[in-house]
């Protein structure tokens, strides 16, 4: 079937509105719905069995050049094709790539469905108070890089399917099974229930990162920048540290990520290159 190309000179024309004042809806949502910006995010929500893509705005300059991208979406989604200024004027801010999308929500998969569903050789990770939309993705990108089966979140951590988050982990959010844990769950008892070990980052963790055995099942946990961990998970979990220079003992918590992350899947086996 062929696409649903729907060219548009006008910025006031109403099929726009889902995309008007993208950073001002980024914040009070979107009813179920999300931005995709930037043409590798948008062959990730394309490709992706969990996302559907609703409609796309794209600079019709870059018509040609996305041909291949474009025909992978569902030809009942409609993309709209519109100058460089008509899609600037609608998102209030320039979008260098030229290219956003929507896509929808699914319905959420409760975290202990998630990782009942997983292999018996698994690695996750466990987010905990991260409310930094930057780190998110930079989370979401390096669980997918080093083949992390799922992501699970704390109710305090922010959403990974707000724009920013989506475009710093290159798509990987779309490409990552995650679940938000209820505000009752309890994340220690939770992961040890599936069979995980838990191991909780910190800079005081009593084994070394270098020294750390990988078993079948297990969960790497990483909080927020400065407060860290709570003591009580702390005490419940097996805990790890990156050692580091003298006077000089924390790192972000997404390059945290990447270099635990990198060390439990070449202990997988997985070929890191």
Do not use: E, Q
């Given at each position: 079937m062929p696409l649903t190309l729907v060219p548009i000179d006008d910025p006031s024309d109403p099929r726009l509105d889902?995309?008007?004042?993208?950073r001002e809806r980024d914040l009070v949502g979107r009813a179920g719905l999300f931005v995709a910006e930037g043409e590798v995010v948008l062959r990730m929500l394309a490709a992706s069995r969990r996302f559907a893509a609703v409609s796309a705005l794209i600079v019709d300059k870059r018509r040609d050049k996305l041909a291949d991208l474009l025909a992978a979406l569902d030809p009942d989604v409609p993309v709209y094709l519109v100058p460089q200024a008509v899609i600037d004027t609608v998102a209030g801010f320039e979008i260098h790539r030229g290219i956003l999308a929507l896509g929808r929500r699914p319905e959420p998969v409760p975290a202990d469905a998630l990782?009942?569903?997983?292999?018996?050789?698994?690695?996750?990770?466990?987010?905990?108070?991260?409310?930094?939309?930057?780190?998110?993705?930079?989370?979401?990108?390096?669980?997918?890089?080093?083949?992390?089966?799922?992501?699970?979140?704390?109710?305090?951590?922010?959403?990974?399917?707000?724009?920013?988050?989506?475009?710093?982990?290159?798509?990987?959010v779309l490409a990552m099974p995650f679940a938000r844990l209820a505000a009752e769950d309890d994340l220690p008892d939770l992961l040890a229930r599936h069979g995980f070990t838990a191991f909780a980052l910190s800079p005081q963790g009593s084994t070394r990162l270098a020294d750390l055995a990988r078993p079948p099942r297990a969960a790497v946990i990483l909080g927020a920048e400065g407060p860290g961990l709570p003591a009580a998970l702390l005490a419940r979990t097996h805990t790890v540290r990156i050692p580091m220079a003298a006077g000089f003992d924390s790192l972000n918590v997404a390059t945290t990520s990447g270099i635990v992350l990198h060390r439990l899947a070449e202990a997988d086996g997985l070929p890191v290159s």
């Open positions: 889902p995309y008007r004042a993208v990782l009942a569903g997983l292999p018996a050789r698994a690695l996750v990770v466990a987010a905990v108070g991260i409310a930094n939309h930057d780190n998110m993705g930079g989370i979401f990108r390096n669980a997918a890089a080093f083949g992390a089966a799922a992501v699970l979140l704390d109710p305090t951590s922010c959403d990974p399917l707000y724009r920013k988050a989506i475009r710093v982990s290159v798509g990987g």
